[in-house]
Nanobody
């Protein structure tokens, strides 16, 4: 069982900032497709940011320009800096990983990650 450990969720007012962290096993961190996904109550899973094995980063349209992903390779840790937050960012956020396919390809579907963290609640009040 692959363990992804998230931290950093909480409550913030509209316009505020939060940072989430995800610690992954070294092998997973260095070789797998990684990402942050979120699920708001009653809604489908949404990709927040996807990180391909070769480093390409794709942000979801709703967070572009506001959220930034970064990595600390020495700590096998992913960070998600969330700025200018909006009430519609309220959701459970998950760190996710999946083994790459042929040619180190990664799926572009948020619901196809094979491994998920426990999730961390983020609430943005207006």
């Amino acid at each position: 069982q692959i363990q992804l450990v998230e931290s950093g969720g909480g409550s913030v007012q509209s316009g505020g900032s939060l940072i989430l962290s995800c610690v992954a096993p070294r092998d997973i961190y260095s070789r797998y497709c990684l990402g942050w996904v979120r699920q708001a109550a009653g809604k489908d899973i949404e990709s927040v940011v996807a990180i391909e094995t070769k480093g390409a980063i794709t942000y979801g349209d709703s967070v572009k320009g506001r959220f930034t992903v970064s990595r600390d390779n020495a700590k096998n840790t992913l960070y998600l800096q969330m700025n200018s937050m909006k009430p519609e960012d309220t959701a459970i956020y998950y760190c996710a990983a999946d083994e790459p396919g042929s040619g180190d390809s990664c799926s572009d579907r948020a619901d196809e990650y094979a491994h998920w963290g426990q999730g961390t609640q983020v609430t943005v009040s207006s």
